[in-house]
């Protein structure tokens, strides 16, 4: 499963849903084309927006989607399989100019744990997908209702 999540922890496109043996990265570009889709929907410039992503995530062909689309990747590089020092070191430093952009995914990260709150979206009882996809609607409202009304 794959949800998006503004900075200040609110859900803000539809999750895409796959089996628990599918990782996300495959998941990727279905959520990026449905966070482009809710842009549109709601007239949202996303043109030089970050995109914070953990090094699941890290790879050329995700950080060519999303300048493709205008904004700017921060993905963690991330080492695995990499034997070449250069590259590795070259990665780093890349990412270290956007270092403090990435500390802020904390609050993405956060949003993601207020989902184990609730506990059928943690252990899934559901066998259809519709009804399991309705708590998981309601769960993030709750979670959006909170921050909205934290304000006033």
Known sequence: MLEIADNKGNMIAPMVVKPVNVHDALLFDTSFTN????????NLDLTDAYL????????????????????ISVIKPNRRGTKNREKIYQSLDDFELLENIYK??????RC???EDVYRKLVI????????FMGFRYLAYSMINFRWFFKRS
């Open 35 to 42: 966070l482009l889709e809710i842009a549109d929907l709601w």
């Open 52 to 71: 914070t992503l953990d090094s699941g995530f890290d790879s050329q062909a995700n950080k060519d989607i999303v300048k493709q689309a205008g904004m």
């Open 104 to 109: 802020e995914r904390h609050t993405v990260e």
């Open 112 to 114: 993601f744990a207020w």
């Open 124 to 131: 899934r009882y559901e066998k259809l997908q519709s009804i």
